[in-house]
């Protein structure tokens, strides 16, 4: 059989094998990797039932990584997967009388970025070793609050890879940036952004595509990557948890081998909506994919209507993950609905990027038709936040809670009776003055630490060790700048 390669939704850059792909991160023509083809996972359903995670984990990611012997990857598997995550099953299918909440929030960060970050550094170095590269690994990457802490718990320590991290100073909860700043390790580092996500985006971005930095990095033996679910080793590792739910709910007899279900995915960078994509193109009966967004409806707009229009006022909400107006994986969506037309979809995102925004067609966006966009304002995630623990005794973080709100609305709207699981991204001690806010009714103006402790007290749910420990742990990263300072910033840390 032949060898699956990753082509680039631009269609000017040459495929490339797997661990080639995982290196680069972006194509050399501005594109993103994507598999030519989708293969299922080797075994049925009954068959994947009976499997660990980890077992489960190198059935469904062995199809992608073709140039991986089977050694290799139950390797690399196993090193992510164990001890680090709190709960045996790592992503346990919890179900409470108002739902079924997927938790991908139980490794080292309490963010479901663990679940492909734990293993991407050993996808990296492995994919280092089978091409031959002896430079050391440049992980340059931004962030909405998750991806950089788990980004730099996964690489602090690890031999021949550094990792810079760039975060909007004032778009991030207060535990997500003391996470952050309190990051050990000699090869971290943590830029706060006087900006948004989309401004540190940018500048990232500009980064990976200065040849004249690239080069004087590749003189000194470096090379850049990232850890941004740009890259397509970031986005395989997530496409198992689908599958773990599904086989999750049909053990405990929810659902039959084959029955269709949905999920409500809250969603920024489109990033773990599509992991979802590629589990129904693996062969998992999915119905339909709700793309719930704050009120930075970006998503929510563009499904409805076929305009992407990043030109909108920019909201600071309680869900800071997905405060976010330019979707990046959206583009893999679009290069499979234009027909893997790589010459068009670049066009599109060249108006994206001159004049921020694009419009397609009825026939474009029909290809969309598995997924239903949908947004929740503040007062709506709160209010979803109240009523799941009046009700069920079960605490939301607000990402959750904007998922549950628009599968609240979706029901009502279409009747649709599917079995849905929510997933759940992310601890709600993350974010404790949203969450204690919602639950008690009023606003509290007080430290994190006493907002954890009223939190603990009033739900009586347990305080997270890695998040009680932060006040106790020294700041060690303290460095802000510009959008138009990231490129010298990177300079600086390297040397170049």
């Known amino acids: 059989m032949k060898e699956l390669l990753y082509k680039s939704t631009r269609g ?14 972006l194509a050399s023509d501005g594109g993103l990797f994507v ?7 080797a075994g049925g359903l009954a068959d994947l039932a009976g499997l660990t995670y980890q077992e489960l984990a190198l059935r469904v990611m062995q199809p992608f990584l073709p140039d991986f012997t089977g050694a290799e990857l139950r390797e690399c598997i196993l090193k992510a997967y164990d001890s680090k995550f709190a709960a045996p099953q790592i992503a346990p299918l919890v179900s409470v009388d108002c739902g079924h909440f997927l938790e991908l929030y139980h490794g080292p960060t309490l963010a479901f970025k663990d679940m492909a970050l734990a293993i991407l550094p050993h996808l990296l170095l492995k994919a280092a070793g089978k091409l031959d590269i002896d430079s050391e690994i440049v992980i340059l990457t931004a962030t909405s609050g998750d991806t950089g802490k788990a980004a730099l718990e996964g690489f602090a320590g690890v031999d021949g890879t550094r990792v810079i991290v760039f975060y909007p100073e004032n778009g991030v909860s ?3 940036k003391r996470q952050m700043v309190t990051q050990r390790g000699g090869n971290t580092h943590v830029i706060a952004v006087r900006g948004n996500f989309d401004d540190c985006q940018r500048g990232v971005k500009a980064v990976f595509g200065d040849a004249g930095i690239r080069a004087s990095a590749a003189c000194r033996k470096m090379l850049f990557s990232s850890a941004n679910s740009i890259n397509i080793g970031r986005l395989i590792p997530q496409v198992v948890y689908y599958f773990s739910a599904y086989l999750q709910l049909m053990v405990r007899g929810a659902v039959r081998p084959g029955d269709e279900v949905d999920f409500a995915v809250p969603t920024g960078n489109f990033g773990n909506i599509l992991a979802a994509w ?3 193109k693996m062969g998992l009966p999915v119905r339909k994919l709700l793309c719930a967004a704050n009120e930075n409806k970006v998503l929510a707009d563009f499904l409805a209507r076929g305009v992407y229009d990043k030109n909108r006022p920019f909201f600071v909400t309680r869900s800071p993950s997905m405060d976010i107006l330019v979707s990046s994986n959206l583009e893999r969506l679009l290069y499979e609905a234009v027909g893997e037309d790589g010459l068009f979809t670049g066009k599109l995102m060249k108006q994206l990027d001159n004049a921020g925004r694009y419009e397609v067609g009825a026939e474009v966006l029909a290809a969309f038709g598995s997924f239903f ?10 209010q979803a936040i109240r009523e799941v623990f009046a009700s069920s005794a079960y605490l939301m973080d607000p990402h959750t809670a904007v998922a549950w709100a628009v599968w609240q609305k979706y029901r009502q709207q279409t009747g649709d009776n599917t079995p849905a699981i929510i997933v759940s991204t992310a ?3 993350k974010f404790p003055g949203a969450v204690l806010q919602a639950v008690s009714g009023r606003r509290e103006e007080a430290e994190e630490s006493s907002l954890l402790s009223s939190l603990s007290r009033l739900t009586g749910t347990p305080i997270p060790p890695s998040i009680e420990i932060l006040d106790s742990l020294p700041v060690l990263h303290r460095t802000v700048c510009h959008q138009e300072e990231i490129r010298a910033q990177v300079v600086e840390i390297l040397g170049l």
Do not use: R
Not at 15 to 20: C, E, H, I, K
Not at 35 to 41: I, K, Q, R, S, T
Not at 373 to 381: D, I, Q, V
């Open 174 to 176: 207060a535990v997500q």
């Open 12 to 25: 000017e850059a040459q495929p490339a094998a797997a661990a080639a792909a995982i290196i680069q991160g």
């Open 373 to 382: 966009g949908g947004w929740a304002s503040e007062a709506e995630t709160l």
């Open 35 to 41: 598999p030519e083809v989708f293969l299922p996972a």
């Open 278 to 280: 590629y589990a129904k």
């Open 427 to 429: 601890s709600p001690y």
